[in-house]
């Protein structure tokens, strides 16, 4: 600490080694080690990416309006949905459920002043757009083909784009495994004093179920692609079946990294859910131990049913009944937070914000996907199922229903406490009805269709049209509603922006939440506590006073839930 | 309700107690980077699983093992080659153990003895392997067989290069006045991965020498 600098904040106990916020942009906002301002930088990074893969989609789905192919040729139609589904998964959503969120909000509620490894944090974020790069540099040489999953020996054929695909992959897989490791010790080593396991707030065991996994499973994938990338660049035969390799090894390689990674991105919005309900309910969170409890069943079952994926794969029979039993058992854990989600609104006093919408979508679009995925979980009735629409429609009311929408209500959840000001009400809320509408408008036809027997990844679908001509009317009808959700997106990224200037003042803690980041400025100093805060309780008890010692502001211990739309101005900052 | 408070705070207290003068941040950097480092190993030894994995998967699903190519079977391995070079590498880990027993001892002039002894018989292990891929007459392109092969070892070959240069490193380090009797997180940390890249080898030995 040097003499010069130790002046720009108050004195403090010898102890507290509070160290200076840094100066010169750079290290400000470019290479910072500040876990907030690296939330950010994953925010906006996923966001702009979500903006092209997003489009790619748009452009999959208008391809789909006609049976014959509307706009583009069958290459280019595969490199589409390829791209979208690898930058969706791997650049987009990992990044902001982990990357952006996870780094925002876990240091600050386990009231610690940044994560253990603050230049790792660094490196991990900087390997995205390099990733990025990559991966978009892939389409000059015409991209990957054989959808995010690039099974071989399809994928063979991709040549240098398949390559730097590979690459791709590789390089965020060891982002999100440096992630995990360092959020890991973050929260085994420095929580509060007297935050002890069980008081932890949801959202924190949500980032440690997802870090584990994370830092477990992402090195099977990295190997995964590992070894794809040598098959690529220096003909090592481990998958080309002509030489003795084997395709079905890149498959259990892959999903047993790939289903962990689905609950990588759920798990945070679990967190998300389990920190909006209680707030905007007015009532404790029903059945802690067992929401907290089941995040950590599901990561480590969830490395338990990769198979349910291969199921038309040739695996030996004896191994499809123990996979689907597992992958019934792996419900189980999912429906125990449903039905406590349920029971701790029931009940309660309701505010109907615009992330209590976002979280009440969830528990509709999440469970109905959830129930799909059981559907898919029976062989007899994968083996139907599988290769059509329908686990499209599956996936997507997880993802975009489950993840997406999490993600979607954390951010006017926190952004009051990063920003300062809030999100612009109105606007958010429309956000949430245009999702919302967009998704099921979207996805839900896309079970019947599949049921029928439409197969995805196919440029045209003229013989089934043939065979179901209301085809043709629901997937333009899918289509339209597509527009809806990117309208949604759109909506957001503006309102992220012009409520930087114009929104209303948060605030210490405008929602009235409990948990520790609401007992420091917004936004948050640089050293997020100046003094370190004791816990003496979880967090949800609202009809308790906060189990808070030592914290930097006294708090409103019942707030009156008026402020939401009208907070009381308050200098920006204020105690910082 | 004041009361209740109280109350409800005091079955708390023994804890909150244990933990008041422990600065949580700052305070417990060398538990945090340990457990960082031990991580960093699990995660090291999934990425040697997988390759295991992938080559088992290969292994007993082919038809033949080893497998032919053009025709001829492949030749099998030279285990009491790969013993010795074993037996080197082990030492090897044996040597480091003592290194840093010595440096716990304040015993500065035996600890170098005996590191240096380590990264000789390291590199002696490398020169082994680098004879055993001359003679080996398989190529990593060629069939399965090559490529788990050369893959695994050529991946642990890279991490005893790598520990080799990460001993020299903290040799250096621990003659500058870098670490000292009672700081020495690195030379821990040096340890423990020279012994984790000991055990892969366990494994890999098993794997392709005596299966
Ligand atoms: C109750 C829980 C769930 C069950 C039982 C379940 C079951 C399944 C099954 C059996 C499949 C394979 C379908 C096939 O390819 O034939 C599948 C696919 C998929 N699931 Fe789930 N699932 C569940 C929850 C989730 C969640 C929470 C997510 C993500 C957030 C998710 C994401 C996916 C994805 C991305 C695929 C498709 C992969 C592909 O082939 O492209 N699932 N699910
Ligand atoms: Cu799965």
């Known amino acids: ?576 | 309700m004041a009361a209740a408070a109280a109350q409800h705070l005091s079955g708390h207290d023994a804890i909150a107690a244990r933990y008041r003068d422990v600065d949580p941040v700052y305070g417990e950097t060398r538990d945090i980077r340990l457990l960082g480092f031990v991580f960093f190993l699990l995660s090291d030894c999934i990425l040697f699983s997988s390759f295991i994995f992938a080559y088992v998967y290969l292994r007993i699903s082919a038809p033949a093992w080893p497998p032919f190519l053009g025709g001829h079977q492949l030749p099998w391995f030279d285990t009491s080659f790969a013993a010795m070079n074993s037996i080197v590498l082990f030492g090897s880990g044996v040597t480091m153990h003592f290194a840093l027993e010595n440096w716990k001892h304040l015993n500065k002039a035996k600890f170098n003895g005996w590191l240096i002894a380590t990264i000789v018989l390291g590199i002696g292990f490398l020169l082994g392997q680098a004879h055993e891929y001359s003679v080996v007459g398989i190529s990593w392109t060629g069939t399965t067989m090559g490529a788990s092969f050369f893959t695994l070892t050529g991946m642990h070959g890279f991490h005893v290069f790598a520990g080799v240069c990460y001993l020299t490193i903290l040799g250096l380090q621990a003659n500058r006045g870098t670490y000292t009797g009672s700081k020495y997180f690195g030379l821990t940390a040096g340890t423990l991965y020279w012994h984790f890249v000991d055990v892969i080898w366990v494994f890999l030995f098993f794997l392709f020498y005596i299966w």
């Open chain 1, 1 to 576: 600490m040097q003499a010069g600098t130790s002046t720009t904040h108050e004195a403090h106990d010898a102890h507290d080694h509070i160290h200076p916020p840094p100066e010169g942009f750079v290290r400000k906002y470019v290479f910072s080690l500040d876990h907030k301002v690296i939330g950010f930088q994953y925010f906006f990074t996923g966001l702009l990416i979500m903006f092209i893969a997003g489009s790619f989609a748009e452009l999959v789905r208008l391809q789909l309006t006609d049976p014959n192919g509307a706009i583009m040729s069958h290459t280019a139609y595969n490199e589409m949905f390829s791209m979208h589904g690898t930058a969706m998964v791997w650049l987009v959503l990992i990044p902001l459920v982990t990357g952006a969120l996870g780094n925002f909000v876990m240091p600050l509620q386990i009231g610690a002043r940044d994560v253990a490894f603050p230049w790792l944090n660094m490196a991990s974020f900087w390997i995205l757009p390099v990733a990025a790069l990559i991966l978009f540099s892939s389409m000059l040489w015409g991209g990957p083909h054989a959808g995010w999953t690039e099974y071989p020996p399809i994928s063979l054929a991709d040549g240098t784009a398949g390559a730097l695909w590979c690459l791709a992959i590789f390089t965020i897989g060891i982002s999100s495994t440096m992630t995990g490791l360092n959020f890991m010790v973050t929260i085994m080593k420095m929580r509060a004093p007297g935050m002890t396991w069980t008081r932890m707030p949801l959202f924190i065991w949500a980032t440690f179920a997802t870090a584990l996994m994370n830092m477990v499973a992402t090195v099977a994938l990295s190997v995964a692609v590992g070894a794809l990338f040598l098959e690529h660049v220096f003909s090592v035969p481990f998958f080309d079946p002509a030489r003795g390799g084997s395709v079905v090894l890149y498959q259990h390689m892959f999903w047993f990294y790939s289903h962990p990674a689905v609950y990588i991105f759920i798990i945070p919005a679990f967190g998300v859910v389990s920190e909006v309900l209680p707030t905007f309910a007015r009532k404790p969170i029903f059945g802690y131990k067992m929401i907290a409890f089941s995040s950590m069943a599901i990561s480590i079952l969830a490395f338990t049913v990769w198979m349910h994926h291969m199921f038309p794969s040739g695996i030996a029979p004896w191994l499809q009944l123990p996979f689907m039993i597992l992958t019934y058992a792996i419900g189980i854990p999912t429906g125990i937070k449903i039905f406590s989600w349920m029971a701790t609104i029931w009940g309660g006093r309701i505010h109907f914000t615009s992330s209590m919408l976002y979280a009440l979508g969830f528990l509709i679009t999440f469970t109905f996907g959830g129930l799909s995925g059981i559907f898919l979980a029976s062989v007899p009735v994968d083996l139907h199922m599988h290769g059509t629409v329908f686990v499209v429609g599956h996936f997507h009311y997880v993802v975009a229903g489950g993840a997406v929408m999490g993600f979607l209500a954390a951010v006017p959840y926190w952004y009051p406490k990063a920003t300062g000001r809030m999100l612009n009400e109105r606007l958010a809320q429309l956000g949430f009805w245009l999702f919302f509408i967009g998704l099921n408008g979207t996805f839900l036809p896309m079970h019947w269709l599949g049921l029928e027997g439409m197969p995805r990844r196919t440029a045209t679908y003229a013989g089934f049209a043939k065979a179901f001509p209301d085809a043709v009317f629901w997937n333009q009808f899918e289509t339209a509603f597509s527009f809806l959700m990117a309208a949604a997106i759109g909506l957001l990224a503006f309102n992220v922006i012009w409520s930087l200037r114009h929104g209303t003042l948060a605030g210490i803690n405008p929602w009235g939440a409990r948990t520790l980041e609401w007992t420091i400025s917004s936004p948050p100093p640089y050293y997020n506590f100046k003094k370190i805060p004791q816990v003496f309780d979880r967090p949800y008890n609202f009809d308790q006073p906060l189990p808070y010692r030592n914290t930097d502001n006294e708090l409103d211990e019942f707030p009156e839930f008026g402020r939401v739309l009208m907070p009381i101005p308050q200098p920006v900052g204020a105690g910082a």
